[in-house]
């Protein structure tokens, strides 16, 4: 930071009481009735630095009131007029995938390999909060995530952690902007730090267990992403790894973050997180709880109160010496004044017309869904008559999906209404499965069915985890049903997570995997089975056959018998009963043309280390020609195999990709700059290494791709 900020910071830091300094610690939530007056008396002394903009543990599953700019500006006035210090409280919520205007749920937008557009939709996300007075958001969420039965995937990059990293940077750029100062930006939170996605079983809030080699390989390159792009905070997750808490872990909280990542920023703690230490059975009782999480390098403390009303005991007893206050202070305050607020701390709420950022979301949604299988059905014509059925057919707060607590389902268009909007032949029959009638006349006339089919997204979000990942038994009976019918089915499966794809793609012609897809999810589907926009979404994660085949994921290291297993190109039997291939691999999605693919071409076959290391890089490309008749985008993906090292390497790697729109009969010549940060791996003590060794570099539509060359690192 800048001189004149750490000037402005110490010179606060010496005026400020104790219990003020454990006051810019502490971050409750936003009072109700019943204890407003309290609470302002507290703004009045100066005891809360931040206030979480909700009411409730899991915010994300429950309607949150609308933000009144002159209640939160009233609060803010009392800090900066009568507090003794006159800090400004920073304003956080949690706008994890839109605001106002509601973009697909992350996993989604990860789906869109359009880093850009990840970036536009966060940055009118921005513009929209910002205007309501928010300063700071809880998002981007980059825990890496193998197991689909947790509810939280839906806010997350996958399974990837190269996708991973570009979200991160995406998600920053998009919400900080060029210069954090100005008042349309929030500051980002890189959360939750860290293993959350990795809790046992998918269960919500357990346990995790991972080596250090995995968390520096996997779940950490997200982060430091995010660090380097310039995230300033970072929110502790409530798991613990291997029986540390991440709450009062200084290993990873400290050590790891700071000291390996390079974090100059705060951390906050999740809800309730520091006096969940005692149940997560590590301190007796809430002064220890306290004292264990600053200690740890955990900065501010949501909700629970047990920093502001523990601290000063644990600094008086010598649990906690007071310079680790002072350190927490001055990072909090830091960060105050690179996000510009103490220059304008007030809120001048604008009339913002979100037409634009619909149009934004309409066109982030068609990009994130992704067409898995097409009988030549789609897309459809608007001569055709069609048959709209299934319980999603007048479905809105679903498409909106979990974390959306400023969208409104009643503004959402349902699939109805934007179908019937682009086409006077579309015919809505009954959206309860059971009692779908199928002599109806206008089944019996229609050409085509389309099924509106997902989970709701009370499926998903927090504390939400399911035990099994599939649609209902009563969507199944309606796939069946159609089936008996003769027409051409297309499913259009609105959704949070990876869904088990087994006897649901074998009984459609066509399957579009539509996700909670936001304020125009409904829209979106409609431009792609009309045609209006041909389908590029691509899945950044595995769709499993069965849920008993989790986890699934293909970056898995090779086993010794059968070479690859069950993701690679020699796949072989783990289960005697089944195959746990997948159903659809990572990196899947299919459009309206076909794509023929080179062979990749290296711009040299062997390159030193020190070379490599010293910034020379290899140039590895392909051709790409769109050989139909449509225009259409292609991803095309690389891939790295270390074949051999002194560590397992995954089978594959994914290092880069590029969306690129391609012309009907045109070619595209596509390449990529592997360099050093793309060769190596982290060992277990977080050091960055590449070998020496071949690697196979591979081109092609997803990670089964075969189209093979090799370099050489000597
Ligand atoms: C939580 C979540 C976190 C969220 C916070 C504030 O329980 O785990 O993601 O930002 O509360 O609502």
Redesign the pocket.
Known sequence: MSDSINKKVEKLIAGMSLREKIGQLNQPETPTADNLEEFKAAVAKGEIGSI?M?VG???GNDAQGEISVDFYNEIQRLAVEKSPSGIPILFGR?VIHGHRTVFPIPLAMAASFDPELVSQSYRDTAVEAANDGIHWT?TP?LDLCHDPRWGRIIEGPGEDPYVGVCMAKAIVKGLQNADLSDEETLLACA??YIGYGASEGGRDYHRAEISDYTLYNYYLPAFKAAVDAGALTV?SS?NDISGQPITSSKKYLTDILRDKLGFKGFVVS??DAVCQLIKQGVAENNEQCAAAAVNAGLDMD?HDKCYIDNLEKAVKSGAVSEDVIDEAVRRILTVKFAAGLFDHPYAEKKNIDRGEHLVHARQMAAESMVLLKNNGVLPLDKAQKIALIGPFVHERRSLLGSWTIDGKAEETPNLAERMKEASGNVYVINTNPLAWDSTNKNIAAADVVVLALGESWTATG?SRAVSDITISADQKALIRKAKTYGKKTVGVIFCGRPIAMEDIAEDLDAVLYAWHSGSEAAGAVTDILFGAVAPSGRLPVTLPRKATHIPLYYNVTPSGRPVDCYYGENPGNCYVDSMPTPYYPFGYGITYTEFEYSAPVSDKSRISLSDLKGGDTVQVGVTVKNTGDVDAKETVQLYIRDEVASMMRPIRELKGFKKVLIPKGKSAKVTFDLTYADLGFYDAGGDYRVEKGKIGVFIGKNCLTQNRTEIEII
């Open positions: 979480l909700s543990a899991t915010a949690d809880f969420m959360k939750h929110m409530f999740d809800y949501m927090e």
